[in-house]
């Protein structure tokens, strides 16, 4: 399990695509209160708009971590960058990366933590040993999301169900399986990162026994249909034995991405699937709703889009960026 | 991908229990041919009936690997086995372990290897990274076993399918993804060892293009109701993009072992479940027979569930124990 030293200090390095800086912008939004200020060097384009503060400066004032909040090219950190990460490390700050080049594998980097007492953090990777799955039923409430594709808003949705939870007074964690989310919420397991046996263990340890009526909302990652990445799916849903699964689509896709002879299944085929697989681990589990990724539709579009797909499935039907997800929220507590 | 130098010198350590060493009757049994002899301490009461070779004469005869054909107690090396595991080293001879220790853990076995030219092959473990999965056609044919739980018969129905097919004059390899398997064949990969997102992956390497007639009899892993390693059970299915499918089933089961609220499912369903996650990567699949371990049935017992089941399920029913599987090799031919 990652555990993050907050708050933080976004890195933004030399970037000059705003879509490069997802992370970091993503970190703003949802863990703004987490974040300190920004850095990047003299030949960044690409601002957050927050505060800049040098790494010595930051860390003068309490940040505990660095964060690389970009991508970088070909996931490789680029050796131009070293010089402020390990000023942040000399100062005592920890250094939080999701990019494939391990920070690990940089001398200058493990020298520079080992002189300023602070750590790397590799958030893609996973070093931790978890045990296998138990299958025990465990305390408190559970709902994943899950999806017809990888990247369609299963992070999106558990962060904006987890905030309309907390904001009508209902106890809510959100649960990090991927490296932006972990990130946001300091804490978390990279699932797909972890030994194949365990993935259900660390499932399991991702959600411990909590109180009978709070709620973990546990980030999904890629789909039971997907040909590379369902064994990922199928031991993250069973292990976290949800008693709620909220279903994510894009109804722009016909296929999986990057797999054109994969076709997104059925709607209703792909819930009871879903719903089917999770039985085995919590036989009391309900598909409360769906959250759909509109961008491409017209607000007309979508409104004909939502309100077909509702009658016919007969569940609540979202999209998080237009009118959020408080359906999600009511029928979650409904029952 | 793991590749083993045959032949091999089977070390059974000081066991005194033969169910402590299944793996080196595995390796003799169905590997003979590549069994040079074996090599115990002298307080060891079990016995192969191979003849007695040590590690400096085995090397001297071009002895490829000593392998520790005996489980030790919590899976861990005990140093008193050392000294013999160093003379193979030294004489040239690779060691091979499935234990949970890491051979390269031990210093002096390290070092005993590098001045003997030696490789430490650690099977249960998988440095390698694989690719994530393409879901895209490969050449030749794959059938796949798998099972209604783990720990039934798949690795054994696989070896003996493969030994009837070849027998039959059909080329057909037996393709690996576990530890003793793995030292069986001389090649393959952990498929429970490798990182989550690449069990597909791994298991698309372990099976790559091939003759169009040609058959890969590739062995499963865990089952797709088994709350811990379900994720691997299909990972393993989607990456094989088996043609056909070998349900192995043990009817004195009623629950998944160790997991006393998971039942074992109803045949027919666990057939359809498997048939259609396979389909995601290979529409023409389809499941030819039935191996049953049998182990607990009187003859007359398992003569009678053998019929009933065969004419329910309108599939051939096997026991490899009890009359070999070539019905199910037949079936496999017959398409």
């Known amino acids: 399990m990652h555990q993050l030293r907050k708050p933080y200090l976004l890195f933004l390095g030399d970037v000059d695509l705003k879509s490069d800086a997802k992370t970091a912008f993503g970190l703003r939004d949802w863990c703004g209160g987490d974040v300190m200020g920004e850095w990047s060097l003299p030949s960044a384009t690409v601002t957050l708009e927050l505060p800049r503060c040098s790494p010595a400066q930051a860390a003068a004032r309490g940040a505990g971590s660095l964060v690389i909040g970009v991508a ?5 950190l680029p050796p131009h960058w070293l010089p402020e990460l390990e000023a942040a490390l000399h ?15 940089f001398p200058s980097l493990v020298q520079a933590a080992h002189r300023g007492g602070a750590a790397l953090r590799d958030v893609r990777h996973s070093d931790q040993v978890f045990p296998a799955g138990t299958g025990a039923r465990r305390s408190g409430k559970r709902v994943l999301t899950v999806g017809t594709d990888c990247a369609l ?3 999106y949705t558990a962060l904006a169900l987890t905030r309309s939870l907390q904001a009508r007074g209902v106890a ?4 990090a399986t991927g490296q932006t989310g972990i990130m946001i919420a300091g804490s978390g397991v990279a699932v797909d990162a972890v030994i194949a046996d365990f993935i259900a263990g660390a499932a399991e340890a991702l ?3 909590n109180a009978p009526s709070h709620w973990d909302v546990i980030e999904g990652q890629g789909a039971l249909f997907h040909p590379a990445y369902a ?3 199928l031991g993250l849903l069973h292990g976290s034995q949800p008693d709620a699964l909220v279903l994510c689509h894009d109804p722009s896709r016909g296929t999986i991405e990057g797999y054109p002879n994969c076709p997104i299944p059925d709607l209703q085929h792909a819930i009871d699937r879903y719903v089917e697989a999770a039985r085995l681990t919590n036989r009391g589990v309900r598909c409360v709703g769906l959250s759909i990724n509109s961008s491409t539709l017209s607000d007309a579009a979508w409104q004909a889009y939502a309100k077909e797909l509702a009658l ?3 569940l609540p039907v979202v999209d998080p960026m237009r009118g959020g997800v408080e359906p999600l929220a009511e029928a979650l507590l409904a029952a």
């Open 72 to 76: 970088a090219v070909g996931g490789v």
């Open 91 to 105: 100062a005592g700050m920890d250094v939080v990366s999701g990019l494939h080049s391990r920070l690990t594998s």
């Open 312 to 314: 016919r499935l007969r």
């Open 207 to 209: 959600s411990p026994d």
């Open 153 to 155: 808003g299963k992070k």
């Open 231 to 233: 064994g990922v799916t």
């Open 172 to 175: 809510a964690t959100f649960r």
